[in-house]
C-alpha cells in the first residue's frame, strides 16, 4: 500500500503506531516497524537516561525507520531535554503533539530529521501546514490518551482541503482496516493507532514486573470494552497534578476510580496538590481497578490482544479488501 507518507518515511504500509509514553517501548515500536509501518516510541514519562536507552535497543532490533514522540506543551517533564536526546540519537522521524511544535518542528528540521506534527484544532493545523512538516497528523476526540474537541473525520475533511501536498494522517478511532480504508479513500496518505497496539502483546513488555498484572488486566478491560465506557474529563489529568494545554484533555477507560471522582475536578485538584508530586497518581496506578487505562473509543474494535506484526497485517488486507470492493461496487476503477 504506496502512499506520498510511505513514500516519504521509505515505510511499506501507511500505519503509524501512535507514541505512548514511555511504556510503550522498544518492543512494540520494533515489532511494528518490522512488520513495514512506523513504530514509535513514546518519551513522556521517563528522563533522558531512558529515552536514550530505548533508542539504542530499538536501533538493536531493527534496521528499518522508527520514530520517537515529544510531547511539546511547555511544561511537560523534561520536554525539550527529551527533544535534544532524539536529535543527538540522529533517529530517523521525530513525531511532535500538544501544546506549540513550531519550534520543536524548525528545530528537528535543522537537525535533518523527520517531522511528523499531531494537531487538536483548526487553528494549529493551518499554523502547521504553513511550516510545512512532513506529514500532518489530525487527532480526533475519539483517540485514547490525550486528545481535542473536534471529531476525527470532519476535522480531517477541513484540513485535507488546506494541506496542498503535505501528506494528512488521520488519529483518533481507528482500530482496523475499516478506518485505514475510509480514511484512504477520503485523501488521508495514512492512520495513527494507538488503542489497537496498546492492546498487543508487545506494549509495554520489558517494564517493571510489578505493573505487569496492571498492565495485563489494562489490556483485557479494553478487549472487554465495545468502546461506548470511555471518559473524557479533567479528573485524569487532575490526578497527575498536570495542567495540559487548553482544549486537551484525556480519554481513558471508566473504572472505580473515574466512578468516584467523575467531575469532581476542584475538589481532586486541591486532593492532590496537598500530596507529594505524582504521590496520587501513583496510589491508583498499584490496583488495577483504579490505574488509569488510557484508551479510545476505537477499544470497541479490538477483540484480541495480538502480536503487533499481526495487527498490522491484518488492517492492510482489510483495507486492501474493502477498497477493491467499493471500486467494484461503484464502478469506479482504482486510480
Ligand atoms: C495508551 C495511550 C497513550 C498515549 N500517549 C501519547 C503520548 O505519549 N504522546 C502522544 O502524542 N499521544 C499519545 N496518545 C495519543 C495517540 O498519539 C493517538 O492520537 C491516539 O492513540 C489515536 O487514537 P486511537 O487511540 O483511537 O488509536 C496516546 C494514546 C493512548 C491510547
Same mark, same amino acid.
Given at each position: 500500500?504506496?502512499?506520498?507518507?510511505?513514500?516519504?518515511?521509505?515505510?511499506?504500509?501507511?500505519?503509524?503506531q501512535?507514541g505512548?509514553?514511555?511504556?510503550?517501548?522498544?518492543a512494540? *515500536?520494533?515489532? +511494528?516497524? !518490522?512488520?513495514? #509501518?512506523? &513504530?514509535?516510541? /513514546?518519551?513522556? $514519562?521517563?528522563?533522558?537516561?531512558?529515552?536514550?536507552?530505548?533508542?539504542?535497543?530499538?536501533?538493536?532490533?531493527?534496521?528499518?525507520?522508527?520514530?520517537?514522540?515529544?510531547?511539546?506543551?511547555?511544561?511537560?517533564?523534561?520536554?525539550?531535554q527529551?527533544?535534544?536526546?532524539?536529535?543527538?540519537?540522529?533517529?530517523?522521524?521525530?513525531?511532535l503533539?500538544?501544546?506549540?511544535?513550531?519550534?520543536?518542528?524548525?528545530?528537528?528540521?535543522?537537525?535533518?530529521?523527520?517531522?511528523?506534527?499531531?494537531?487538536?484544532?483548526?487553528?494549529?493545523?493551518?499554523?502547521?501546514?504553513?511550516?510545512?512538516?512532513? *506529514?500532518?497528523? +489530525?487527532? !480526533?476526540?475519539? #483517540?485514547? &490518551?490525550?486528545? /481535542?474537541?473536534? $471529531?476525527?473525520?470532519?476535522?480531517?475533511?477541513?484540513?485535507?482541503?488546506?494541506?496542498?501536498?503535505?501528506?494528512?494522517?488521520?488519529?483518533?478511532?481507528?482500530?482496523?482496516g475499516?478506518?485505514l480504508?475510509?480514511?484512504?479513500?477520503?485523501?488521508?496518505?495514512?492512520?495513527?493507532?494507538?488503542?489497537?497496539?496498546?492492546?498487543?502483546?508487545?506494549?509495554?513488555?520489558?517494564?517493571?514486573?510489578?505493573?505487569?498484572?496492571?498492565?495485563?488486566?489494562?489490556?483485557?478491560?479494553?478487549?472487554?470494552?465495545?468502546?461506548?465506557?470511555?471518559?473524557?474529563?479533567?479528573?485524569?489529568?487532575?490526578?497527575?497534578?498536570?495542567?495540559?494545554?487548553?482544549?486537551?484533555?484525556?480519554?481513558?477507560l471508566?473504572n472505580?476510580?473515574?466512578?468516584?471522582?467523575?467531575?469532581?475536578?476542584?475538589?481532586?485538584?486541591?486532593?492532590?496538590?496537598?500530596e507529594?508530586?505524582?504521590?496520587?497518581?501513583?496510589?491508583?496506578?498499584?490496583?488495577?481497578?483504579?490505574?488509569?487505562?488510557?484508551?479510545?473509543?476505537?477499544?470497541?474494535?479490538?477483540?484480541?490482544?495480538?502480536?503487533?506484526?499481526?495487527?498490522?497485517?491484518?488492517?492492510?488486507?482489510?483495507?486492501?479488501?474493502l477498497?477493491?470492493?467499493?471500486?467494484?461496487?461503484?464502478?469506479?476503477?482504482?486510480?
Open positions: 500500500m504506496r502512499t506520498e507518507l510511505t513514500e516519504r518515511l521509505g515505510i511499506e504500509h501507511p500505519i503509524i501512535a505512548m509514553s514511555a511504556e510503550g517501548g522498544p512494540l *515500536a520494533t515489532a +511494528v516497524s !518490522g512488520a513495514g #509501518a512506523l &513504530g514509535t516510541i /513514546g518519551s513522556i $514519562g521517563a528522563g533522558p537516561d531512558v529515552l536514550e536507552q530505548q533508542i539504542k535497543r530499538c536501533r538493536d532490533l531493527t534496521d528499518k525507520p522508527f520514530s520517537v514522540n515529544v510531547v511539546t506543551f511547555d511544561w511537560a517533564p523534561f520536554g525539550q527529551l527533544l535534544e536526546v532524539a536529535i543527538e540519537q540522529q533517529v530517523p522521524i521525530v513525531t503533539s500538544f501544546g506549540n511544535p513550531l519550534p520543536s518542528l524548525e528545530r528537528c528540521r535543522a537537525a535533518g530529521v523527520k517531522t511528523l506534527v499531531q494537531v487538536q484544532d483548526l487553528e494549529s493545523a493551518r499554523a502547521i501546514l504553513h511550516a510545512a512538516p512532513d *506529514a500532518l497528523i +489530525v487527532q !480526533g476526540n475519539e #483517540a485514547g &490518551g490525550h486528545t /481535542g474537541r473536534r $471529531g476525527t473525520l470532519n476535522f480531517a475533511a477541513q484540513v485535507l482541503d488546506l494541506a496542498g501536498n503535505i501528506p494528512v494522517v488521520l488519529a483518533g478511532g481507528v482500530g482496523n475499516r478506518g480504508a475510509a480514511a484512504l479513500a477520503m485523501g488521508a496518505a495514512g492512520v495513527v493507532m494507538g488503542t489497537r497496539f496498546k492492546a498487543s502483546e508487545e506494549f509495554a513488555d520489558g517494564g517493571p514486573p510489578e505493573s505487569a498484572a496492571v498492565l495485563r488486566w489494562q489490556k483485557d478491560a479494553i478487549v472487554a470494552s465495545d468502546g461506548s465506557n470511555t471518559l473524557y474529563d479533567e479528573i485524569l489529568d487532575n490526578a497527575y497534578g498536570l495542567a495540559w494545554p487548553n482544549q486537551v484533555t484525556g480519554r481513558a471508566r472505580r476510580f473515574t466512578q468516584e471522582w467523575e467531575g469532581r475536578h476542584e475538589e481532586l485538584r486541591q486532593k492532590v496538590a496537598a507529594p508530586p505524582f504521590a496520587f497518581v501513583q496510589g491508583l496506578a498499584r490496583s488495577p481497578e483504579t490505574a488509569i487505562n488510557w484508551a479510545g473509543e476505537s477499544s470497541g474494535l479490538v477483540d484480541e490482544i495480538k502480536p503487533a506484526a499481526q495487527i498490522v497485517a491484518e488492517t492492510v488486507q482489510q483495507a486492501e479488501q477498497l477493491g470492493q467499493v471500486a467494484a461496487r461503484t464502478g469506479s476503477a482504482p486510480a
